[in-house]
């Protein structure tokens, strides 16, 4: 038998703590290492006991599940435990393994931990909003990046390169192909095979050597460069 996963599980409501604590304790695939009432507990747990998955509620008054994950450098999967559907998709916007309702079912948690045995990642395809945030992560660290902050994103490899208006570049592991497929199309347009751009953030388009073109975007210095296919198009974004 494989070694079992390990587990912690936040929450603030001592009775749903305790019935999750109950049903995970009935999957042999798993192994729960403790129990926290809240963010500051939680984060002194889970350094500790370095788990492989935290169970996470999301409302934690005066905190939330979102402060927990930007406060703590450990790597771990989440799942995200609420009472409230309308937190579903934002909880996979932050790259969860999945969510769970309350109450939770013992069904529906088989199925999260059948993810979590084989190694399975959130479900992506959402269109963003521009209203949105993005929580990403990089190396051991976590943050979110809200997507009209974001002025450009440049293609290095296959991560990508982020520059916001407070002026952080921010390597992220996602190819460019995937912030084409979920960036709100009104605001974003690929003017390069390696470059999008935040057409709010377009200053101006010029044309550059052998008749090609660039673009500049306000307050950077060095121009973006630009395909000729992509002009015409971000032309009609403008």
């Known amino acids: 038998m494989?070694?079992?996963?390990?587990?912690?599980?936040?929450?603030?409501?001592?009775?749903?703590?305790?019935?999750?604590?109950?049903?995970?304790r009935e999957h042999p695939s798993i192994r729960v290492l403790g129990s926290a009432d809240g963010v500051d507990s939680a984060i002194e747990l889970i350094q500790r006991a370095d788990p492989d998955v935290v169970f996470l509620d999301i409302q934690m008054p005066p905190d939330s599940g979102f402060d927990l994950l930007t406060r703590t450098e450990v790597s771990f999967r989440v799942v995200f435990v609420t009472a409230y559907d309308e937190f579903a998709i934002r909880a996979f916007?932050?790259?969860?393994?999945?969510?769970?309702?309350?109450?939770?079912?013992?069904?529906?948690?088989?199925?999260?931990?059948?993810?979590?045995?084989?190694?399975?990642?959130?479900?992506?395809?959402?269109?963003?909003?521009?209203?949105?945030?993005?929580?990403i992560t990089t190396g051991r660290q976590r943050q979110f990046v809200k997507i009209n902050t974001i002025k450009y994103i440049q293609a290095a490899g296959n991560y990508s390169s982020i520059t916001t208006t407070d002026r952080r570049d921010v390597l992220v592991l996602k190819a460019l192909s995937e912030w084409e497929e979920r960036l709100p199309e009104a605001n974003f347009a690929r003017v390069h095979r390696s470059t999008i751009v935040n057409t709010d953030f377009v200053d101006r388009v010029e044309r550059w050597f052998n008749s090609s073109h660039v673009v500049f975007i306000k307050d950077e210095q060095d121009p973006l460069p630009m395909s000729r296919r992509s002009l015409t198009r971000l032309n009609g974004q403008l």
């Open 2 to 24: 494989s070694t079992p996963f390990t587990a912690v599980v936040v929450d603030d409501e001592p009775l749903a703590r305790d019935e999750l604590v109950d049903l995970l």
């Open 93 to 135: 916007e932050v790259n969860a393994l999945d969510y769970l309702l309350k109450p939770v079912r013992a069904e529906r948690l088989a199925q999260t931990l059948d993810r979590l045995a084989a190694g399975e990642s959130a479900p992506t395809g959402k269109k963003l909003d521009y209203a949105d945030r993005v929580f």
